[in-house]
């Protein structure tokens, strides 16, 4: 709500505003990535998706 700030949602959220665009994966985890962005931890977005994205900070590059 507001200017830079965003909830992610899972796709059956209740809170989940009405028209909210329908994000794929990889989408959904750049979005997550993003500074102002918290993921609802009602619908189990954060649940879902913090694993993910913690992982990502273990990969290494080589």
Aim: proline content about 10%.
């Amino acid at each position: 709500r507001g200017p830079g700030r965003a909830v992610l949602h899972a796709v059956d959220c209740e809170e989940a505003p009405q028209g909210a665009p329908l994000l794929p994966l990889e989408r959904a985890l750049d979005v997550a990535e993003q500074p102002g962005t918290r993921l609802c931890s009602l619908c189990g977005a954060a649940q879902e998706l913090d694993p993910v994205l913690r992982g990502f900070d273990h990969i290494e590059g080589g």
